[in-house]
Structure formats: structure tokens, C-alpha cells
T-cell receptor
Framework: QQQVKQSPQSLIVQKGGISIINCAYENTAFDYFPWYQQFPGKGPALLIAIRPDVSEKKEGRFTISFNKSAKQFSLHIMDSQPGDSATYFCAASKRDYKLSFGAGTTVTVRA | NAGVTQTPKFRVLKTGQSMTLLCAQDMNHEYMYWYRQDPGMGLRLIHYSVGEGTTAKGEVPDGYNVSRLKKQNFLLGLESAAPSQTSVYFC??????????FGQGTRLTVV
């Protein structure tokens, strides 16, 4: 039973468009919410992360929005580029640092 | 600086055979993890270790054993492989904070 639910399963966006991936969780003890990016044949790599004391974090073209009351968080990829084509995983952990991952979203950016 | 290195990268096993997957990290991290990745299910935690000589069960530990005799190495063993263990296995390590660094993965097929 997945503790973090992620949607959509896949999405296609035009170059320059915005990609939005959503995640929801139930466990209110989670206090760390990272997003990982994975290219085919590679391991996941940390993209950006947020803690529940802030509602938004931005790093370059990537933004996390966090809604503590709704127990939801999302990743926005602005000005999407072909190089952003990858699988994105949201995750959550408590202070024990054991990550619970969402099922993943495959993003395809068309040139 | 190699980061997290997994050996082997690919393996085909017959049902009932045993094998050991090796994970080595050169970042002096305390925490190490083994995950399996299956389509549509994200990454699920098999076993983890919070320091040399310690191991603990994760979300899906059945059929696997682990050992951490040295801080830099974390071994995952399959005593009697089953087709349900066909998966991509990822090792990760992290310091006493939260970012997890992943290896390149081991693709295991059990026939």
C-alpha cells in the first residue's frame, strides 16, 4: 500500500510548456518531501526538496508547491526542455530518513 | 569520487539459485538502503542500515537478507531466487541528513 500517491502516470508537454506533477500523502509524521529525477538506465537523483514549514521552493525552472492542510505537494517544471524528459518520483520521509516513493511520472517533452 | 557503486549491473538467475548484490559507497555515509523498482510501483525499501553492523527491515524484506560488516559496503542476498524477484535493484546511501544518493542499479531477471 503506497504511502505516497502520484499522478499522472505520464504526460507529454511541448517545449517551453509547463509540466505539473501532483502527489498526496496521508502520514502527517512525514516532514521531508523530495523529488527525484531518473533517466533511463540510471539511478534516481535528487532534484529538489521541501520541508513542511514552507509552502513553496524554487530552484531554477523547478518549483515545489506544498499544501500542508491538504497533505499535497506538486512539482512544476517551467519552460520544459527536451532534456527534462525523464521519470520523476515524489517521495516523503519522517525523521528516520526512510523514503516512501510515489509510483513515478514519465515526462516527455516534444521539441 | 565514485559515489555509490553497484555490482553487478545485470544478472540472470534460475529459480532457486542464490546470489549477492554488492553496494559500495565512498562518501563515508552512515545510512545505506536497498530498494527495488518495479513498473508502476516506484521504489520500495527492502532493507536498510543506520550504521556499520546494523540492519533493519524495510517495506518488502521477505526473501532477502543483508549485511553491513564494513561502513562502506552493504550486501543484499537472495538465498533462493524466485521469478517475483525479477526487478531493478538500487542501493542508496545518505549522511545523517536526508538526501539519498543512488547507484546505477542492478537489473536482475529470474527465470
Amino acid at each position: 500500500q503506497q504511502q505516497v500517491k502520484q499522478s499522472p502516470q505520464s504526460l507529454i508537454v511541448q517545449k517551453g510548456g509547463i509540466s505539473i506533477i501532483n502527489c498526496a500523502y496521508e502520514n502527517t509524521a512525514f516532514d521531508y518531501f523530495p523529488w527525484y529525477q531518473q533517466f533511463p538506465g540510471k539511478g534516481p537523483a535528487l532534484l529538489i526538496a521541501i520541508r513542511p514549514d514552507v509552502s513553496e521552493k524554487k530552484e531554477g525552472r523547478f518549483t515545489i508547491s506544498f499544501n500542508k492542510s491538504a497533505k499535497q505537494f506538486s512539482l512544476h517544471i517551467m519552460d520544459s526542455q527536451p532534456g527534462d524528459s525523464a521519470t520523476y518520483f515524489c517521495a516523503a520521509s519522517k525523521r528516520d530518513y526512510k523514503l516512501s516513493f510515489g509510483a513515478g511520472t514519465t515526462v516527455t517533452v516534444r521539441a | 569520487n565514485a559515489g555509490v557503486t553497484q555490482t553487478p549491473k545485470f544478472r540472470v538467475l534460475k529459480t532457486g539459485q542464490s546470489m549477492t548484490l554488492l553496494c559500495a559507497q565512498d562518501m563515508n555515509h552512515e545510512y545505506m538502503y536497498w530498494y527495488r523498482q518495479d513498473p508502476g510501483m516506484g521504489l520500495r525499501l527492502i532493507h536498510y542500515s543506520v550504521g556499520e553492523g546494523t540492519t533493519a527491515k524495510g517495506e518488502v524484506p521477505d526473501g532477502y537478507n543483508v549485511s553491513r560488516l564494513k561502513k562502506q559496503n552493504f550486501l543484499l542476498g537472495l538465498e533462493s531466487a524466485a521469478p517475483s524477484q525479477t526487478s531493478v535493484y538500487f542501493c542508496a546511501s545518505s549522511p545523517l541528513t536526508t538526501e539519498a544518493f543512488f547507484g546505477q542499479g542492478t537489473r536482475l531477471t529470474v527465470v
